[in-house]
């Protein structure tokens, strides 16, 4: 069923999608890329497109945050804690999920590299090498 909501604007074509849960709205955006469904997750903020990107492991919504570049997938990680924000950086090697710490500064990438403990939070320091 494909149809304009309400609230969606006059360009995105909203739907209900078959695979999605029935509080979910899906539509595709005119700004997103082709082949990724993006949605209205119930509980994202009105200003954040939520969406299952082809590429993103199952079980993880990857959004675009308002606050995010053009390339940087924004998620939730499944494991991440409510307040913390985990994306795929462009510079990011494979495998490592790279996020914004609530504590950290705005210019201090903070991840979690694969070779590190669970309890240790390794980032990338503006003035390191």
Known sequence: LVWLHPCSPEDILV????????DILVWLHPCSPEGI????HPCSPEDILVWLHPCSPEGILV???PCSL???L???????????LVWLHPCSPEGILVWLHPCSL??????LHPCSPEDILVWLHPCSP
């Open 106 to 111: 705005e210019d201090i990438l903070v991840w």
């Open 37 to 40: 469904l993006v949605w209205l």
């Open 74 to 84: 924004v998620w939730l990680h499944p494991c991440s804690p409510e307040d913390i």
């Open 15 to 22: 739907w209900l999608h078959p695979c999605s849960p029935e």
């Open 70 to 72: 053009e390339d940087i």
């Open 63 to 65: 959004w675009l945050h």
